[in-house]
């Protein structure tokens, strides 16, 4: 496979995006949602081979602004090298400022959808639940390096199904929020508990971060599993050290230590596979019985891994049967010179050895956080860098032909899926004066059948008829209002490829 420095450096696909200013332009809204932003064309920026993580969440972050709608997500940068054919779908992903926005964007990266709840949001993909795609995402209050919250499952009108809820008074964190095909989640939780900390370097009185990975039966929230992992690995295990950080680390509740850091669970049938990024090592362990099976790297990885197969600071390890796993090796952790990859390993259980697959890197990107791994048909794989904040996608030869920069100051992961969805919510509508011409604005969040727009106007609410039609352009679409004198009131009217009606927003009010 070659490297991306022999690569020829793709060529930009370039986008505007519009956001428009009632200070600059004047005007008033009249219909659902607020306005703000500024008319400016932002363009794409080159993607960059070499991106070091923020220094910070306070950094400035481009945001995509709308007047038939309050939804804001970060600007994002698609890139695309020359014939490049990219997985069908969308990307999922969560671009983060100061939260982290659930969105789903298109392959120009124009949303598509964007979390409405106005909290952090994470881990947004599509699974499978009773038999039907579901959206789903982990939603809470994100805290120093995990969170505290709770797994949302929506249908493909983005009606809530289900919310999970971590058990034995536990709440779930964002690292995980996994469905099998048994109808149960798995998830990770961070409770606090007393530890002797002081072969770490802390307390011997102290507390940390327990570290639990749960499965729930979704239906009814009963805990299927419990798996305490201080139970079966040692704090002695962790590759973290208390000196190196905050003097109080440690000592109270509010500083607990995390030694081990369990940031994903796959599920394998009778066993799970568990990644903890503080051991640098990756575990089996008995669904049934939590019994530990193996580990594999770490100080006391039972497998012999090639040199080209080691990983540190990992993330998203996730099995493909036959021996294949695949992992988002962070390399490195805040402040090192590391490069990061996504990595696919061959383990041989019999001979207890792990070598390398495929190696995923992008010029010199460094994620020394977050990030994940996503092997896609047709030998294709999605690759988020997580910290560093972009995400690039890999053809079947390993090249790279299709990306996003820009995201936010960052995403804890990134997908590509295919994803139908028609929201039981009604179009957004709302009106402003753009250079003295009143304008119609319209979007439909969430919605992936819509092709164009149609615009009906009247004297009167009961009595509107068509008056212009456009192509659907991006999240939101905006319509010269014709005759705008004599349009008292207006609708708009979603259609798909066809020109079917799917939806028409609620009627409103020319001012």
Request: net charge negative.
């Given at each position: 496979m070659s490297s991306p420095e022999d690569q020829e450096k793709p060529k930009i696909r370039r986008r505007g995006f519009v956001t428009v200013s009632l200070a600059a332009l004047g005007g008033a809204i009249v219909g659902a949602g607020a306005t703000w932003g500024g008319v400016q064309l932002v363009p794409a920026p080159a993607p960059k081979e070499t991106t070091k993580p923020k220094k910070s969440d306070d950094d400035h972050v481009e945001f995509n602004r709308f007047v038939s709608t309050a939804l804001t997500v970060p600007v994002v940068t698609a890139w695309a090298a020359d014939g490049a054919t990219p997985a069908p779908g969308y990307v999922f992903l969560s671009p983060r400022d100061q939260i982290f926005t659930a969105a789903i964007l298109d392959n120009d990266g124009e949303p598509v959808w964007i979390s409405p709840n106005g909290i952090d949001s994470t881990d947004v993909r599509v699974q499978t639940?009773?038999?039907?795609?579901?959206?789903?995402?982990?939603?809470?209050?994100?805290?120093?390096?995990?969170?505290?919250?709770?797994?949302?499952?929506?249908?493909?009108?983005?009606?809530?199904?289900?919310?999970?809820?971590?058990?034995?008074?536990?709440?779930?964190?964002?690292?995980?929020?996994?469905?099998t095909d048994r109808n149960t989640a798995l998830i990770t939780t961070y409770p606090v508990a007393r530890l002797d900390l002081s072969s770490v370097g802390g307390p011997q009185d102290g507390y940390a971060f327990a570290c639990r990975v749960q499965e729930i039966d979704v239906a009814t929230g009963a805990v299927l599993l419990d798996w305490n992992i201080l139970d079966d690995i040692a704090i002695t295990e962790s590759l973290k050290r208390i000196d190196g950080d905050d003097d109080e680390t440690g000592s109270s509740p509010e500083n607990a230590f995390d030694p081990i850091h369990v940031n994903s669970i796959d599920d394998d049938g009778d066993r799970l596979i568990i990644s903890c990024r503080h051991t640098c090592a990756i575990y089996a362990i008995d669904r049934t019985t939590a019994q530990l099976h193996w580990r594999l790297g770490g100080k006391k990885s039972d497998f012999e891994i090639?040199?080209?197969?080691?990983?540190?600071?990992?993330?998203?390890?996730?099995?493909?049967?036959?021996?294949?796993?695949?992992?988002?090796?962070?390399?490195?952790?805040?402040?090192?010179?590391?490069?990061?990859?996504?990595?696919?390993?061959?383990?041989?259980?019999?001979?207890?050895?792990?070598?390398?697959?495929?190696?995923?890197?992008?010029?010199?990107?460094?994620?020394?956080?977050?990030?994940?791994?996503?092997?896609?048909?047709?030998?294709?794989?999605?690759?988020?860098?997580?910290?560093?904040?972009?995400?690039?996608?890999?053809?079947?030869?390993?090249?790279?032909d299709f990306g996003f920069t820009t995201i936010g100051s960052g995403s804890y992961r990134t997908y590509r899926f295919e994803w139908d969805a028609t929201p039981a919510t009604v179009p957004d509508l709302a009106t402003l004066s753009v250079k003295g011409e009143p304008t119609a604005f319209m979007s439909w969040n969430g919605a992936t059948r819509v092709a164009s727009w149609a615009l009906l106007t009247g004297a009167d609410a009961t009595s509107l008829a068509e008056v212009a039609t456009a192509q659907r352009a991006g999240f939101e679409t905006a319509i010269t209002i014709p005759n705008a004198d004599s349009a008292a009131y207006l609708q708009v009217e979603a259609r798909d490829s066809q020109g079917a009606a799917l939806a028409t927003s609620r009627v409103v009010a020319m001012s």
């Open positions: 639940y009773e038999g039907k795609p579901v959206l789903t995402y982990w939603a809470g209050r994100v805290a120093s390096g995990n969170g505290h919250g709770t797994g949302t499952i929506l249908d493909s009108n983005y009606r809530e199904i289900a919310t999970v809820h971590g058990g034995s008074g536990a709440l779930p964190d964002l690292h995980e929020f996994h469905l090639e040199k080209d197969a080691e990983f540190s600071w990992q993330h998203d390890a996730r099995w493909h049967g036959d021996g294949h796993l695949s992992l988002f090796d962070n390399a490195g952790v805040s402040g090192d010179d590391a490069v990061s990859a996504g990595l696919v390993l061959n383990l041989d259980e019999d001979a207890m050895s792990a070598t390398l697959d495929t190696a995923y890197r992008y010029g010199k990107y460094e994620g020394y956080a977050m990030g994940n791994t996503q092997l896609l048909e047709g030998g294709r794989a999605m690759v988020g860098w997580g910290s560093a904040p972009s995400a690039t996608e890999f053809d079947a030869e390993g090249n790279a």
